[in-house]
């Protein structure tokens, strides 16, 4: 049986993730949630419109009317269950292959599940399995047309800022495949689009966010201003500059952190990010007298943070960037526009907006171990004190068991590789010394 996972549901189309699965899923979320309406869209894959059709027949199932947006990036989704007060459900897999898909699940209002919620949903999600699915009874509606709504409220947060800017658009063979060259084109840009014919099987394939090469070629072939790759479902991106540097989600966060702080629009002059965040960015926020709230991975996590503490920025060094004045969910469109925004208003280039910080090394080894390890940090306290001892405030040390298979990553950031590497290696011998295992591999 699958299970929720750090966003959603995820697994292998029709095979794991089944239309009765699905279709089960929705009747859950209905029960648990009671919306008055649903919001249904998809992303581009092949066995996208099976499991809508699945979702839509569960929620019909339940008696509650369904508004379809068709293929749609993410953040469309939870922008119509903002603005209409539906719970939202998109049918995506992310930056996965394409052979995968999976369900996330937005509470009325757009915000991302809590794990009351999630945990719920589960157990009566699970308590359908040996039932007969009833009667469809809810109606469904077209609501395509909320993806123009979508796409004018991202273009008027910026407004045609971007006249003279050449901008290469990845769209991932995915879903933002028809909505971000014609906002950016808009928005005054000169736009060219790479990545943006979708087949059903080609999302993701070597492009987008997880694959940038091509973006990265393209950007210096153009003589481009940067570039843009967005993940499948666009929730997320990565940027390029103009000579061919990778510009992660902790350096799009940074330029907009201290953009936002001298404007005095970071609102309680904070920012909320993961563990995973570079060190680099925390030595930025702290040279610009910036909070920063650190949270578990995850986007749901961010939001929390930033919801508790009245943030209007975070995210993730993935490419999750959620600015919270604007949007209930990271938005890989939104932050393009506010980035390139920044650029044209400023009148730097990326390469110089990308300098507000300075990324420290960052080597991660995977230890895979004979069994489940429970709390790593304690088995090896005295070691892990011991680095960052060494380190001081020149590295950090991030020690962590996946919640999922017997693997422990130790993360360790320092000032130089060398430095980096030998303390990794070091923690994940002292881990096989206590579990036993083997490291599996770096990155």
């Known amino acids: 049986m699958l299970h929720f996972g750090t966003d959603g549901v995820r697994g292998v189309a029709i095979e794991e993730l089944t239309p009765a699965l699905a279709r089960d899923l929705a009747r859950a979320v209905v029960r648990v949630l009671q919306p008055t309406a649903v919001v249904v869209g998809r992303d581009t894959r092949e066995s996208g419109t099976v499991l809508e059709q699945a979702v839509v027949d569960g929620c019909a199932a339940e008696g509650v009317s369904v508004h379809l947006m068709g293929v749609v990036p993410t953040p469309a989704i939870a922008y119509a269950a903002e603005q209409f007060g539906w719970v939202g459900i998109a049918i995506t897999a992310s930056h996965n292959v394409w052979s995968d898909n999976g369900i996330k699940v937005f509470a009325s209002g757009g915000a991302k599940l809590n794990d009351a919620e999630q945990i719920e949903i589960e157990r009566v ?4 399995v040996a039932e007969t699915a009833p009667v469809a009874m809810g109606s469904v509606h077209d609501a395509s047309g909320v993806i123009a709504e979508y796409a004018t409220h991202r273009f008027n947060i910026t407004g045609a800022a971007l006249t003279g800017l050449t901008v290469v658009l990845d769209c991932a063979n995915g879903a933002m495949s028809y909505v971000a060259p014609e906002v950016f084109m808009t928005a005054g840009a000169n736009v060219v689009v790479i990545n943006a ?4 099987r080609n999302i993701n394939h070597q492009c987008g966010a997880t694959s940038p090469q091509q973006l990265v070629d393209a950007v210096v072939a153009h003589h481009a201003d940067l570039g843009i790759a967005f993940d499948g479902d666009g929730d997320r991106l990565i940027a390029v500059s103009a000579s061919g ?11 907009a952190a201290v953009d936002l702080a001298t404007r005095g629009l970071l609102r309680n002059k904070g920012v909320a990010v993961t563990v995973m965040t570079n060190l680099g960015f925390h030595h930025a926020m702290r040279d610009a007298s910036i909070d920063v709230v650190v949270t578990a991975v995850g986007d749901r996590n961010i939001l929390v943070a930033l919801d508790e503490y009245d943030f209007v920025l975070g995210g993730e060094q993935s490419g999750h960037v959620v600015h919270r004045a604007h949007a209930t969910t990271g938005d890989g469109l939104l932050a393009a526009l506010i980035l390139c925004e920044y650029m044209a208003r400023a009148h730097v280039s990326l390469d110089e907006a990308a300098t507000v910080m300075q990324s420290y090394p960052q080597l991660l080894v995977n230890v895979r171990t004979a ?14 004190a011991a680095a960052e001892s060494t380190l001081g405030d020149n590295g950090r040390i991030l020690v962590r068991a996946s919640g999922t298979e017997p693997l422990v990553r130790v993360m360790v950031e320092a000032s130089d590789d060398a430095v980096a590497s030998a303390i990794a290696y070091e923690l994940a011998n002292a881990l096989i010394a206590v579990h036993g295992g083997s490291i599996e591999g770096t990155h």
């Not at 014919?197 to 059903?200: A, E, L, V």
């Not at 540097?245 to 330029?255: S, T």
């Open 125 to 128: 999600w699970h308590s359908f």
């Open 371 to 384: 069994e489940k390890v429970h709390d790593p940090v304690a088995d090896i306290a005295s070691e892990i």
């Open 197 to 200: 014919s979708p087949d059903g």
């Open 245 to 255: 540097l990778l510009v992660d989600g902790d350096h799009i966060m940074a330029i």
